[in-house]
Protein backbone atom coordinates (compact mmCIF):
# COMPACT_ATOMS: atom_id res chain seq x y z
CA UNK A 1 0.00 0.00 0.00
CA UNK A 2 1.54 3.42 -0.64
CA UNK A 3 1.29 5.85 1.99
CA UNK A 4 0.28 9.63 1.67
CA UNK A 5 3.71 11.54 3.29
CA UNK A 6 1.80 13.52 5.92
CA UNK A 7 5.42 15.42 6.50
CA UNK A 8 5.89 18.46 4.96
CA UNK A 9 9.11 19.00 5.53
CA UNK A 10 10.48 15.61 3.74
CA UNK A 11 8.13 14.74 1.43
CA UNK A 12 10.10 11.60 0.86
CA UNK A 13 9.95 10.83 4.64
CA UNK A 14 6.45 8.70 4.42
CA UNK A 15 4.68 7.32 7.54
CA UNK A 16 4.59 3.67 6.94
CA UNK A 17 2.65 1.48 8.57
CA UNK A 18 5.64 0.54 10.75
CA UNK A 19 5.53 3.85 11.88
CA UNK A 20 1.68 4.38 12.62
CA UNK A 21 2.25 1.13 14.70
CA UNK A 22 5.16 2.15 17.01
CA UNK A 23 3.66 5.33 17.05
CA UNK A 24 0.40 4.22 18.35
CA UNK A 25 2.43 1.84 20.58
CA UNK A 26 4.48 4.51 22.47
CA UNK A 27 1.15 6.54 22.89
CA UNK A 28 -0.44 3.90 24.41
CA UNK A 29 3.11 2.88 26.79
CA UNK A 30 2.59 6.37 27.75
CA UNK A 31 -0.84 6.25 28.65
CA UNK A 32 -0.14 2.84 30.45
CA UNK A 33 2.29 4.45 32.83
CA UNK A 34 0.10 7.20 33.32
CA UNK A 35 -2.04 5.09 34.99
CA UNK A 36 0.59 2.88 36.86
CA UNK A 37 1.60 6.11 38.09
CA UNK A 38 -2.17 6.88 39.49
CA UNK A 39 -1.99 7.51 43.53
CA UNK A 40 1.74 8.73 43.68
CA UNK A 41 1.25 11.62 42.22
CA UNK A 42 -0.51 15.11 43.34
CA UNK A 43 -3.98 14.99 43.10
CA UNK A 44 -3.58 18.64 41.69
CA UNK A 45 -0.38 18.95 39.56
CA UNK A 46 2.60 20.49 41.39
CA UNK A 47 3.10 24.82 40.60
CA UNK A 48 6.56 23.46 38.72
CA UNK A 49 4.67 21.13 36.35
CA UNK A 50 2.21 23.29 35.55
CA UNK A 51 4.88 26.45 35.25
CA UNK A 52 6.03 23.71 32.51
CA UNK A 53 3.29 23.83 30.71
CA UNK A 54 4.41 26.94 28.64
CA UNK A 55 6.91 24.23 26.67
CA UNK A 56 3.07 24.26 24.84
CA UNK A 57 3.30 27.58 24.14
CA UNK A 58 5.35 27.47 20.79
CA UNK A 59 4.76 29.26 17.81
CA UNK A 60 2.42 27.33 15.12
CA UNK A 61 5.13 25.43 13.13
CA UNK A 62 5.88 26.62 9.53
CA UNK A 63 6.93 22.86 9.06
CA UNK A 64 5.67 19.90 11.38
CA UNK A 65 7.58 18.11 13.74
CA UNK A 66 7.68 14.50 13.51
CA UNK A 67 4.66 12.88 15.40
CA UNK A 68 6.61 10.67 17.80
CA UNK A 69 8.02 14.11 19.61
CA UNK A 70 4.63 15.59 19.73
CA UNK A 71 3.39 12.63 21.52
CA UNK A 72 6.77 12.94 24.00
CA UNK A 73 6.09 16.18 24.20
CA UNK A 74 2.30 15.91 25.27
CA UNK A 75 3.27 13.16 27.40
CA UNK A 76 6.17 14.20 28.96
CA UNK A 77 4.64 17.81 30.17
CA UNK A 78 1.46 17.32 29.84
CA UNK A 79 1.25 13.94 31.87
CA UNK A 80 2.98 15.59 34.98
CA UNK A 81 0.46 18.43 34.63
CA UNK A 82 -2.98 16.33 34.44
CA UNK A 83 -5.54 16.19 37.58
CA UNK A 84 -5.83 13.06 38.76
CA UNK A 85 -9.48 13.04 38.05
CA UNK A 86 -8.65 9.35 36.86
CA UNK A 87 -8.01 8.38 40.31
CA UNK A 88 -9.39 7.58 43.96
CA UNK A 89 -8.70 10.88 45.48
CA UNK A 90 -10.30 13.12 43.72
CA UNK A 91 -13.79 14.50 44.86
CA UNK A 92 -14.30 17.67 42.88
CA UNK A 93 -17.93 18.17 41.49
CA UNK A 94 -18.78 14.89 40.02
CA UNK A 95 -16.42 13.85 37.49
CA UNK A 96 -16.04 10.20 37.79
CA UNK A 97 -13.35 8.23 36.73
CA UNK A 98 -12.74 5.62 33.56
CA UNK A 99 -13.38 2.05 33.86
CA UNK A 100 -10.82 0.41 32.14
CA UNK A 101 -13.02 -1.50 30.11
CA UNK A 102 -14.75 2.05 28.85
CA UNK A 103 -11.14 3.55 28.15
CA UNK A 104 -9.98 0.21 26.11
CA UNK A 105 -13.46 0.34 24.11
CA UNK A 106 -12.88 3.92 23.51
CA UNK A 107 -9.93 3.16 21.77
CA UNK A 108 -10.63 0.68 19.23
CA UNK A 109 -13.61 3.43 18.38
CA UNK A 110 -10.72 5.87 17.81
CA UNK A 111 -9.13 2.95 15.47
CA UNK A 112 -12.53 2.66 13.66
CA UNK A 113 -13.06 6.82 13.23
CA UNK A 114 -16.66 6.10 12.05
CA UNK A 115 -18.80 9.19 12.39
CA UNK A 116 -22.09 7.88 14.34
CA UNK A 117 -24.42 9.95 11.88
CA UNK A 118 -26.66 7.34 10.82
CA UNK A 119 -26.53 3.55 11.04
CA UNK A 120 -26.79 3.51 7.48
CA UNK A 121 -23.73 4.59 6.79
CA UNK A 122 -21.61 2.88 9.79
CA UNK A 123 -23.40 -0.32 10.73
CA UNK A 124 -21.12 -1.56 13.28
CA UNK A 125 -20.71 1.69 15.78
CA UNK A 126 -25.30 2.44 14.42
CA UNK A 127 -25.61 -1.75 16.19
CA UNK A 128 -23.39 -1.04 19.27
CA UNK A 129 -25.20 2.46 19.72
CA UNK A 130 -28.34 0.70 19.42
CA UNK A 131 -27.76 -1.62 22.15
CA UNK A 132 -26.68 0.64 24.77
CA UNK A 133 -29.56 3.09 23.77
CA UNK A 134 -31.54 -0.10 24.67
CA UNK A 135 -29.58 -1.07 27.58
CA UNK A 136 -29.63 2.46 29.00
CA UNK A 137 -33.60 2.44 28.92
CA UNK A 138 -34.00 -0.49 30.87
CA UNK A 139 -31.24 -0.13 33.66
CA UNK A 140 -32.72 3.52 34.12
CA UNK A 141 -36.64 1.56 33.50
CA UNK A 142 -37.49 4.39 31.27
CA UNK A 143 -40.17 4.12 28.98
CA UNK A 144 -38.33 1.65 26.20
CA UNK A 145 -39.79 3.08 23.48
CA UNK A 146 -38.29 6.57 23.91
CA UNK A 147 -35.58 7.96 22.01
CA UNK A 148 -31.81 8.29 22.98
CA UNK A 149 -29.07 10.86 21.71
CA UNK A 150 -25.84 10.32 22.50
CA UNK A 151 -24.53 13.90 23.35
CA UNK A 152 -21.87 15.24 24.91
CA UNK A 153 -23.28 16.30 28.30
CA UNK A 154 -26.11 17.04 30.01
CA UNK A 155 -25.73 20.81 29.39
CA UNK A 156 -26.14 19.74 25.18
CA UNK A 157 -28.69 17.39 26.21
CA UNK A 158 -30.57 19.92 28.22
CA UNK A 159 -30.20 22.59 25.05
CA UNK A 160 -31.63 19.73 22.96
CA UNK A 161 -34.62 18.73 25.75
CA UNK A 162 -36.09 22.08 25.95
CA UNK A 163 -35.92 23.26 22.48
CA UNK A 164 -38.06 19.57 21.65
CA UNK A 165 -40.10 20.59 24.42
CA UNK A 166 -40.67 23.94 23.15
CA UNK A 167 -41.22 23.39 19.64
CA UNK A 168 -43.97 20.64 20.35
CA UNK A 169 -46.07 22.90 23.28
CA UNK A 170 -46.23 25.03 20.18
CA UNK A 171 -47.13 22.86 17.91
CA UNK A 172 -50.47 21.94 19.87
CA UNK A 173 -51.16 25.37 19.84
CA UNK A 174 -50.46 25.66 15.92
CA UNK A 175 -47.50 27.09 16.18
CA UNK A 176 -44.76 26.02 13.52
CA UNK A 177 -41.71 26.99 15.05
CA UNK A 178 -39.49 25.71 12.49
CA UNK A 179 -41.10 28.11 10.04
CA UNK A 180 -41.82 30.81 12.08
CA UNK A 181 -39.53 31.11 14.92
CA UNK A 182 -39.61 32.69 18.09
CA UNK A 183 -40.56 36.06 17.05
CA UNK A 184 -44.28 36.28 17.75
CA UNK A 185 -44.98 32.95 19.32
CA UNK A 186 -47.21 32.17 21.87
CA UNK A 187 -45.26 32.36 25.14
CA UNK A 188 -43.63 29.48 26.62
CA UNK A 189 -43.22 29.41 30.10
CA UNK A 190 -40.12 27.94 31.99
CA UNK A 191 -40.73 26.72 35.61
CA UNK A 192 -37.54 25.51 36.98
CA UNK A 193 -35.66 24.95 40.78
CA UNK A 194 -33.97 28.36 42.24
CA UNK A 195 -31.36 25.50 42.95
CA UNK A 196 -31.07 24.55 38.92
CA UNK A 197 -27.77 23.85 37.80
CA UNK A 198 -25.67 26.42 35.82
CA UNK A 199 -26.14 24.37 32.47
CA UNK A 200 -30.26 24.71 32.85
CA UNK A 201 -29.40 28.50 33.03
CA UNK A 202 -27.34 28.09 29.93
CA UNK A 203 -30.04 26.22 28.11
CA UNK A 204 -32.39 28.73 29.20
CA UNK A 205 -30.61 31.96 27.67
CA UNK A 206 -28.99 30.66 25.05
CA UNK A 207 -32.18 29.17 23.42
CA UNK A 208 -33.70 32.87 24.21
CA UNK A 209 -36.20 32.21 27.06
CA UNK A 210 -34.28 35.13 29.11
CA UNK A 211 -33.35 34.26 32.48
CA UNK A 212 -35.87 36.85 34.07
CA UNK A 213 -38.56 35.40 32.47
CA UNK A 214 -38.32 31.90 33.92
CA UNK A 215 -40.65 31.28 37.15
CA UNK A 216 -37.72 29.90 39.55
CA UNK A 217 -38.99 28.19 42.54
CA UNK A 218 -38.41 28.38 46.01
CA UNK A 219 -36.82 25.11 47.82
CA UNK A 220 -36.69 23.54 51.05
CA UNK A 221 -34.18 23.18 53.51
CA UNK A 222 -32.56 19.96 51.58
CA UNK A 223 -32.93 21.77 48.28
CA UNK A 224 -35.80 20.34 46.53
CA UNK A 225 -38.40 22.01 44.96
CA UNK A 226 -41.42 23.29 47.45
CA UNK A 227 -44.40 21.77 45.74
CA UNK A 228 -46.46 24.27 47.42
CA UNK A 229 -44.42 26.85 45.84
CA UNK A 230 -44.82 25.77 42.27
CA UNK A 231 -47.04 28.14 39.78
CA UNK A 232 -50.14 26.98 38.53
CA UNK A 233 -48.96 25.14 35.51
CA UNK A 234 -50.62 24.61 31.68
CA UNK A 235 -50.24 23.58 28.20
CA UNK A 236 -47.45 26.23 27.66
CA UNK A 237 -44.85 25.39 30.31
CA UNK A 238 -42.18 23.34 30.60
CA UNK A 239 -41.35 22.04 34.02
CA UNK A 240 -37.57 21.18 34.89
CA UNK A 241 -36.99 19.04 37.67
CA UNK A 242 -33.49 17.75 39.09
CA UNK A 243 -32.47 14.02 40.13
CA UNK A 244 -29.67 15.01 42.19
CA UNK A 245 -29.34 18.56 43.18
CA UNK A 246 -25.63 19.34 42.88
CA UNK A 247 -24.58 20.18 46.41
CA UNK A 248 -26.92 17.80 48.61
CA UNK A 249 -27.78 15.39 46.24
CA UNK A 250 -31.62 15.52 46.57
CA UNK A 251 -34.86 14.54 44.59
CA UNK A 252 -37.68 16.79 43.83
CA UNK A 253 -41.07 15.02 44.63
CA UNK A 254 -41.52 13.63 40.83
CA UNK A 255 -44.86 11.75 41.88
CA UNK A 256 -46.49 15.02 43.11
CA UNK A 257 -44.94 17.82 40.55
CA UNK A 258 -45.28 15.40 37.39
CA UNK A 259 -49.18 14.50 38.27
CA UNK A 260 -49.49 18.53 38.23
CA UNK A 261 -48.11 18.38 34.76
CA UNK A 262 -49.84 15.91 33.58
CA UNK A 263 -52.84 16.94 34.29
CA UNK A 264 -52.65 20.51 31.81
CA UNK A 265 -50.49 18.82 29.24
CA UNK A 266 -46.96 20.41 30.40
CA UNK A 267 -43.73 19.27 29.46
CA UNK A 268 -41.64 17.74 32.34
CA UNK A 269 -37.73 17.68 31.30
CA UNK A 270 -35.82 15.60 34.16
CA UNK A 271 -32.07 16.90 34.55
CA UNK A 272 -30.63 13.56 36.20
CA UNK A 273 -26.94 14.64 34.90
CA UNK A 274 -25.48 12.26 38.24
CA UNK A 275 -28.69 11.03 40.56
CA UNK A 276 -30.71 9.95 37.42
CA UNK A 277 -28.25 6.25 38.36
CA UNK A 278 -30.14 5.92 41.64
CA UNK A 279 -32.61 4.00 39.53
CA UNK A 280 -30.27 1.53 38.93
CA UNK A 281 -29.54 0.47 42.68
CA UNK A 282 -31.75 -0.47 45.83
CA UNK A 283 -32.54 2.88 46.26
CA UNK A 284 -34.49 3.94 43.29
CA UNK A 285 -37.61 4.57 45.70
CA UNK A 286 -35.81 8.01 46.21
CA UNK A 287 -36.93 8.96 41.83
CA UNK A 288 -40.68 6.79 42.64
CA UNK A 289 -42.16 8.88 39.40
CA UNK A 290 -39.88 10.03 37.78
CA UNK A 291 -40.54 7.91 34.45
CA UNK A 292 -43.61 9.83 34.08
CA UNK A 293 -41.61 12.88 32.46
CA UNK A 294 -40.86 13.79 29.05
CA UNK A 295 -37.38 14.55 28.77
CA UNK A 296 -34.30 13.21 30.89
CA UNK A 297 -30.64 14.23 30.86
CA UNK A 298 -27.92 11.41 32.52
CA UNK A 299 -24.33 11.47 31.90
CA UNK A 300 -22.53 8.88 31.17
CA UNK A 301 -18.55 10.66 32.52
CA UNK A 302 -19.77 11.68 35.72
CA UNK A 303 -21.58 7.99 37.82
CA UNK A 304 -21.33 5.39 34.99
CA UNK A 305 -17.46 6.41 34.99
CA UNK A 306 -16.88 6.22 31.16
CA UNK A 307 -14.84 8.62 29.33
CA UNK A 308 -15.81 12.36 28.23
CA UNK A 309 -17.74 13.06 26.35
CA UNK A 310 -20.28 10.94 27.53
CA UNK A 311 -24.20 11.52 28.47
CA UNK A 312 -27.78 10.72 26.83
CA UNK A 313 -30.86 13.16 26.37
CA UNK A 314 -33.47 10.58 26.35
CA UNK A 315 -37.09 11.84 24.95
CA UNK A 316 -40.28 9.84 25.49
CA UNK A 317 -41.80 10.89 22.48
CA UNK A 318 -39.25 9.89 19.68
CA UNK A 319 -40.81 11.96 17.00
CA UNK A 320 -40.78 15.40 19.01
CA UNK A 321 -37.16 14.77 18.85
CA UNK A 322 -36.54 13.34 15.61
CA UNK A 323 -38.21 16.34 14.18
CA UNK A 324 -36.69 19.04 16.35
CA UNK A 325 -33.14 17.80 15.28
CA UNK A 326 -33.83 16.78 12.15
CA UNK A 327 -30.73 16.94 10.24
CA UNK A 328 -32.16 17.57 6.63
CA UNK A 329 -35.07 20.25 5.31
CA UNK A 330 -37.25 21.20 8.60
CA UNK A 331 -40.31 20.07 6.57
CA UNK A 332 -38.86 16.85 4.66
CA UNK A 333 -40.01 13.85 6.49
CA UNK A 334 -37.94 12.69 9.61
CA UNK A 335 -36.18 9.18 10.17
CA UNK A 336 -36.33 8.48 13.88
CA UNK A 337 -33.20 6.63 14.45
CA UNK A 338 -30.33 7.98 13.09
CA UNK A 339 -28.09 9.79 15.79
CA UNK A 340 -27.84 12.84 13.42
CA UNK A 341 -31.79 13.51 14.16
CA UNK A 342 -31.33 13.23 17.91
CA UNK A 343 -28.41 15.50 19.02
CA UNK A 344 -26.87 19.07 18.10
CA UNK A 345 -24.17 17.09 16.13
CA UNK A 346 -24.41 16.18 12.36
CA UNK A 347 -21.10 14.09 12.63
CA UNK A 348 -19.37 12.78 16.03
CA UNK A 349 -17.66 10.14 16.75
CA UNK A 350 -19.29 6.54 18.77
CA UNK A 351 -19.81 7.93 22.19
CA UNK A 352 -22.07 5.52 22.58
CA UNK A 353 -19.43 2.80 22.37
CA UNK A 354 -18.03 3.19 25.71
CA UNK A 355 -21.32 3.44 27.39
CA UNK A 356 -22.72 -0.39 25.44
CA UNK A 357 -18.74 -1.31 26.97
CA UNK A 358 -19.13 -0.16 30.19
CA UNK A 359 -23.26 -1.59 30.77
CA UNK A 360 -21.69 -4.85 29.34
CA UNK A 361 -19.24 -5.10 31.56
CA UNK A 362 -20.64 -4.28 34.67
CA UNK A 363 -23.94 -5.92 33.76
CA UNK A 364 -26.94 -4.46 36.32
CA UNK A 365 -25.36 -5.62 39.65
CA UNK A 366 -21.96 -4.16 38.76
CA UNK A 367 -23.76 -0.56 38.09
CA UNK A 368 -26.03 -1.21 41.12
CA UNK A 369 -22.74 -1.62 43.44
CA UNK A 370 -20.68 1.42 41.12
CA UNK A 371 -23.42 3.71 42.53
CA UNK A 372 -24.61 1.94 45.73
CA UNK A 373 -20.43 1.71 46.44
CA UNK A 374 -20.58 5.61 46.01
CA UNK A 375 -23.12 6.34 48.12
CA UNK A 376 -21.68 3.99 51.51
CA UNK A 377 -18.23 5.96 50.91
CA UNK A 378 -20.05 9.11 51.20
CA UNK A 379 -21.55 8.42 53.80
CA UNK A 380 -18.25 6.88 55.83
CA UNK A 381 -16.69 10.20 54.68
CA UNK A 382 -19.62 12.28 56.63
CA UNK A 383 -19.67 10.30 59.54
CA UNK A 384 -15.99 10.71 59.97
CA UNK A 385 -15.76 14.18 59.65
CA UNK A 386 -18.89 14.84 61.97
CA UNK A 387 -16.86 13.06 64.13
CA UNK A 388 -14.01 15.31 63.39
CA UNK A 389 -16.15 18.19 64.55
CA UNK A 390 -17.10 19.72 61.27
CA UNK A 391 -20.88 20.20 60.29
CA UNK A 392 -22.41 18.41 57.73
CA UNK A 393 -25.15 20.47 55.91
CA UNK A 394 -27.02 17.71 53.97
CA UNK A 395 -28.59 14.58 54.83
CA UNK A 396 -26.68 12.56 52.38
CA UNK A 397 -29.04 10.64 50.26
CA UNK A 398 -26.51 10.22 47.14
CA UNK A 399 -22.53 10.60 47.25
CA UNK A 400 -23.15 14.20 47.53
CA UNK A 401 -21.45 15.30 51.00
CA UNK A 402 -22.34 19.17 51.78
CA UNK A 403 -19.55 20.13 54.55
CA UNK A 404 -18.37 23.05 56.41
CA UNK A 405 -16.05 24.34 59.66
CA UNK A 406 -16.66 26.31 62.44
CA UNK A 407 -16.48 29.14 60.57
CA UNK A 408 -15.63 30.59 57.20
CA UNK A 409 -11.73 31.48 57.48
CA UNK A 410 -11.63 27.97 59.09
CA UNK A 411 -13.44 26.26 55.83
CA UNK A 412 -11.83 28.60 53.41
CA UNK A 413 -7.68 27.53 55.06
CA UNK A 414 -8.59 23.92 55.23
CA UNK A 415 -10.13 23.71 51.38
CA UNK A 416 -6.54 25.63 49.96
CA UNK A 417 -4.56 23.45 52.30
CA UNK A 418 -6.22 20.54 50.80
CA UNK A 419 -5.99 21.26 47.78
CA UNK A 420 -2.39 21.91 47.95
CA UNK A 421 -1.37 18.74 50.02
CA UNK A 422 -1.21 16.81 46.89
CA UNK A 423 -3.28 14.13 48.92
CA UNK A 424 -6.77 15.58 47.83
CA UNK A 425 -9.16 17.53 45.59
CA UNK A 426 -12.58 18.95 46.32
CA UNK A 427 -13.55 22.12 45.71
CA UNK A 428 -15.83 24.86 47.91
CA UNK A 429 -19.15 26.12 47.47
CA UNK A 430 -21.64 28.25 49.09
CA UNK A 431 -24.89 26.70 50.66
CA UNK A 432 -27.49 28.52 52.13
CA UNK A 433 -25.07 31.81 52.18
CA UNK A 434 -22.42 29.59 54.27
CA UNK A 435 -18.96 28.85 52.75
CA UNK A 436 -18.63 25.12 52.22
CA UNK A 437 -16.99 22.46 50.28
CA UNK A 438 -18.34 19.37 48.56
CA UNK A 439 -16.94 15.85 48.67
CA UNK A 440 -18.40 14.43 45.52
CA UNK A 441 -17.94 10.28 45.40
CA UNK A 442 -18.30 9.08 42.22
CA UNK A 443 -15.12 6.89 41.00
CA UNK A 444 -14.97 3.28 40.68
CA UNK A 445 -11.32 3.49 42.19
CA UNK A 446 -12.16 4.96 45.41
CA UNK A 447 -12.34 2.64 48.38
CA UNK A 448 -12.61 2.91 52.31
CA UNK A 449 -8.76 3.53 52.31
CA UNK A 450 -9.20 6.78 50.33
CA UNK A 451 -12.35 7.41 52.68
CA UNK A 452 -10.33 7.29 55.59
CA UNK A 453 -7.25 8.92 54.69
CA UNK A 454 -9.44 11.95 53.43
CA UNK A 455 -11.20 12.55 56.89
CA UNK A 456 -7.65 12.14 58.57
CA UNK A 457 -6.21 14.58 56.33
CA UNK A 458 -9.20 17.01 56.91
CA UNK A 459 -9.02 16.55 60.93
CA UNK A 460 -4.96 16.95 60.83
CA UNK A 461 -5.96 20.18 58.47
CA UNK A 462 -8.52 21.49 61.45
CA UNK A 463 -6.77 20.91 64.44
CA UNK A 464 -3.77 22.64 62.58
CA UNK A 465 -6.10 25.67 61.93
CA UNK A 466 -7.72 25.63 65.24
CA UNK A 467 -4.69 25.89 67.29
CA UNK A 468 -2.60 28.49 64.70
CA UNK A 469 -5.76 30.50 65.78
C1 LIG B 1 -22.77 18.13 36.04
C2 LIG B 1 -24.19 18.48 36.10
C3 LIG B 1 -24.84 18.97 34.98
C4 LIG B 1 -24.11 19.24 33.71
O1 LIG B 1 -23.62 18.06 33.14
P1 LIG B 1 -22.50 18.17 32.03
O2 LIG B 1 -22.38 16.79 31.51
O3 LIG B 1 -21.27 18.66 32.73
O4 LIG B 1 -23.00 19.15 31.03
C5 LIG B 1 -26.18 19.24 35.07
N1 LIG B 1 -26.85 19.04 36.20
C6 LIG B 1 -26.28 18.57 37.31
C7 LIG B 1 -27.11 18.37 38.54
C8 LIG B 1 -24.92 18.26 37.31
O5 LIG B 1 -24.33 17.79 38.39
Not at 35 to 53: H, N
Not at 360 to 369: D, K, N
Not at 373 to 398: E, P, T
Request: proline fraction near 3%; glycine fraction near 8%.
Amino acid sequence: MTRRSIHSRKHEDQMTLRDELDLLRDADERAQRYIEGIGSRPVFPAAESIDALAAFSEPLPEEGHDAASTVALLDEVGSPAAVESNGARYFGFVTGATLPVAAAADRIALAWDNSASDPSGTPGVGAIEQTAADWVLEILDLPRDAAVGFTTSSGSGTVVALATARKTLLARQGWDFDRLGADGAPKVRIVASELAHVVVRKAVRVLGFGLDRVEWVPTDEYGRIRNDQVPALDGSTILILQAGEVNTGEFDDFDALIALAEAVGAWVHVDGAFGLWARATKHKAVTAGIERADSWAVDGHKWLNTPYDSAMLIVRDRQALASTMFAGAVYAPTTDDAQENLTLEFSRRGRGVPVWAALRTLGRSGVASLVEGSMDLASAAADGLRAAGFDVLNRVVLNQVLVAAEDEATTGRIVAAAQASGRTWFGSTVWRGRKAFRISVSSWRTTRAEIDDLVALLSELRAGSTTSE
